[in-house]
Nanobody, 124 residues
Framework: QVQLVESGGGLVQAGGSLRLSCVAS????????MGWFRQAPGKEREFVAA????????YYADSGTGRYTISRDNAQSTVYLQMNSLTPEDTAVYYC?????????????????WGQGTQVTVSS
């Protein structure tokens, strides 16, 4: 289990940008595949993006392709989510997640550890 703490959420106008950060407590951070999910009110938690342990590959949901960029700094045990061209539909609580197995990244059940979430609100 790894402890994850997200930050960087907030209120932004449509068309704006935010960068979310997630710091892991695990010293072997580079062993973990990292991901971002989000959950809007009344909706299920959904996959946003993932990055492999070496940052060699990244994966995105269709909703974020071209607007979101996931990256990681293994020396700082941190994963980032840069979000551009935000729309009100991006409003949600954003969660950081970690897994060891590189199982299907889109399924929440495959992720072992979760952060507490950070709220992103996009106003029109």
């Amino acid at each position: 289990q790894v402890q994850l703490v997200e930050s960087g959420g907030g209120l932004v106008q449509a068309g704006g940008s935010l960068r979310l950060s997630c710091v892991a407590s695990e010293r072997t951070f580079s062993n973990w595949h990292m991901g971002w999910f989000r959950q809007a009110p009344g909706k299920e938690r959904e996959f946003v993006a993932a990055v492999t342990r070496s940052a060699g590959s990244t994966y995105y949901a269709d909703s974020g392709t071209g607007r979101y960029t996931i990256s990681r700094d293994n020396a700082q045990s941190t994963v980032y989510l840069q979000m551009n061209s935000l729309t009100p539909e991006d409003t949600a609580v954003y969660y950081c997640a970690a897994q060891l197995m590189s199982a299907n990244y889109a399924y929440t059940a495959n992720w072992r550890s979760w952060g507490q979430g950070t709220q992103v609100t996009v106003s029109s």
